[in-house]
């Protein structure tokens, strides 16, 4: 493996004035609070995954509903480095259910939600992209909160 030594250099330049890891942090601890929070309001959810800190290309976590579980499906809580804002994805247990719904989801026609158009090399079967530029963490919460809702009653609906 070789290393990119201009991203390598840019990288370290970036990291000593010391933004980067405070707002990396700042992020991190708004997801991990952001989960503590929708696992305590919504108690029937299954929050037993594991919190993906990433690359600095998403940092994400998911849940279950009890009508998803049936389905084997999952949605996922995602910031997206890229874009930089969160979105929902829902994903399923394994590629192969991943590819079922994908195909059945291409045929709905959902309107106001995303999907890919492929599935290789794309963890997500359905999305919905939440550009927000408030920081104010009650608001983001809020906002975050009403788009998880609509997302699923679309999603369990549309079963």
């Given at each position: 493996?070789?290393?990119?030594?201009?991203?390598?250099?840019?990288?370290?330049?970036?990291?000593?004035?010391?933004?980067?890891?405070?707002?990396?942090?700042?992020?991190?601890?708004?997801?991990?609070?952001?989960q503590?929070?929708?696992?305590?309001?919504?108690?029937?959810?299954?929050?037993?995954?594991?919190?993906?800190?990433?690359?600095?290309?998403m940092?994400y976590?998911?849940?279950?509903?009890?009508?998803?579980?049936?389905?084997?499906?999952?949605?996922?809580?995602?910031?997206?480095?890229?874009?930089?804002?969160?979105?929902?994805w829902?994903?399923?247990?394994?590629?192969?259910?991943?590819?079922?719904?994908?195909?059945?989801?291409?045929?709905?026609?959902?309107?106001?939600?995303?999907?890919?158009?492929?599935?290789?090399?794309?963890?997500?079967?359905?999305?919905?992209?939440?550009?927000?530029?408030?920081?104010?963490?009650?608001?983001?919460?809020?906002?975050?909160?009403?788009?998880?809702?609509?997302?699923?009653?679309?999603?369990?609906?549309?079963?």
């Open positions: 493996m070789d290393l990119d030594h201009e991203c390598i250099e840019e990288f370290q330049t970036q990291l000593k004035k010391g933004k980067i890891q405070k707002g990396y942090k700042s992020l991190l601890e708004y997801l991990l609070y952001l503590s929070y929708l696992r305590k309001r919504y108690e029937d959810y299954d929050f037993t995954g594991t919190f993906y800190h990433g690359y600095l290309d940092s976590f998911a849940f279950i509903t009890p009508a998803l579980k049936e389905h084997r499906l999952k949605v996922a809580i995602v910031f997206n480095y890229k874009t930089f804002q969160f979105e929902l829902l994903s399923g247990y394994n590629k192969d259910i991943q590819k079922k719904y994908w195909e059945y989801f291409k045929k709905k026609n959902i309107k106001g939600y995303f999907l890919p158009e492929t599935i290789k090399g794309y963890d997500s079967i359905v999305e919905d992209h939440i550009e927000e530029d408030s920081l104010d963490v009650i608001a983001t919460t809020a906002l975050i909160e009403e788009r998880i809702k609509r997302f699923i009653k679309t999603i369990e609906e549309n079963l």
